[in-house]
């Protein structure tokens, strides 16, 4: 977690997860387009394959979530430990919500 304090890494970790999901499918649904692909099967696609990695990236990398763990078991910080498990759900919110907006928009779960 950074220096801000756990609420602004709280929020932040939310919005990170959903613009790295949104974002990264959305362009990639541009470049399919571009290359004459289905542009809305690849943007969700893209969605199920990209959560991980908007997780990843929101929590900062996966270094910094196993040392606030490693504090926490080993010098008794549980405090730490929910912290980074609630910094973690965040993301995964996050994520969740990205994808959840993805398959609103591309319908693609949906059988004619």
Same mark, same amino acid.
């Given at each position: +977690?950074?220096?801000?304090?756990?609420?602004?890494? =709280?929020?932040?970790?939310?919005?990170?997860?959903?613009? @790295?999901?949104?974002?990264?499918?959305?362009?990639?649904?541009?470049?399919?387009?571009?290359?004459?692909?289905?542009?809305?099967?690849?943007?969700? !696609?893209?969605?199920?394959?990209? !959560?991980?990695?908007?997780? @990843?990236?929101?929590?900062?990398?996966? =270094?910094?979530? @196993?040392?606030? =763990?490693? !504090?926490?078991?080993?010098?008794?910080?549980? !405090?730490?430990?929910?912290?980074?498990? $609630? @910094?973690?759900?965040?993301? $995964?919110?996050?994520?969740?919500?990205?994808?959840?907006?993805?398959?609103?928009?591309?319908?693609?779960? +949906?059988?004619?």
């Amino acid at each position: +977690m950074n220096q801000a304090g756990f609420f602004p890494s =709280f929020i932040e970790s939310y919005f990170i997860a959903l613009g @790295v999901l949104l974002g990264g499918a959305i362009i990639g649904g541009i470049a399919s387009f571009l290359t004459g692909q289905p542009a809305l099967t690849a943007i969700t !696609r893209l969605s199920s394959s990209l !959560r991980i990695w908007a997780i @990843v990236a929101a929590i900062g990398g996966t =270094f910094d979530a @196993v040392y606030q =763990f490693e !504090r926490g078991i080993f010098e008794g910080q549980t !405090r730490d430990i929910f912290k980074q498990i $609630l @910094v973690i759900l965040s993301a $995964l919110g996050g994520a969740q919500t990205g994808a959840l907006l993805i398959e609103w928009f591309t319908q693609e779960h +949906m059988t004619p």
